[in-house]
């Protein structure tokens, strides 16, 4: 992993893209993290990436986590069931 400024990314961005490939790149400002480089190996995981950081989606998956603290979720194999049952 390596750890660069802003302003070192602005004058030699394609090289730190490159070096994406490695690993990830942390991008700082005044010293703090304010971004990474990843690579992405494919549009699926491209898709993955964003929709893990899309707002809308972080609260449906916070409220899930919610629900399954307070009611305990659901069994693996009733959750399957129940999935079959609804598909015949």
Same mark, same amino acid.
């Given at each position: 992993? =390596? *750890? +660069? /400024?802003?302003? &070192?990314? =602005?004058?030699?961005? /394609?090289?730190? %893209? @490159?070096? /994406? ?5 942390? +991008?700082?400002?005044?010293? @703090?993290? +304010?971004? +990474?480089? %990843?690579?992405?190996?494919? &549009?699926?995981? %491209?898709?993955?990436? *964003? ?14 986590? $919610? $629900? *399954? ?7 693996? =194999?009733?959750?399957? $069931? =129940? ?6």
């Amino acid at each position: 992993m =390596k *750890i +660069v /400024s802003v302003a &070192e990314v =602005k004058a030699r961005f /394609s090289a730190y %893209l @490159k070096a /994406s490939a490695e690993g990830p790149v942390v +991008v700082t400002r005044h010293g @703090k993290p +304010v971004a +990474v480089l %990843l690579p992405v190996e494919d &549009e699926e995981e %491209l898709e993955r990436l *964003i929709l893990v950081y899309t707002p809308r989606f972080r609260t449906i998956l916070n409220t899930a986590r $919610q $629900q *399954i603290r307070e009611t305990g979720g659901v069994e693996h =194999k009733e959750f399957w $069931q =129940k999935v079959e049952a609804e598909n015949t």
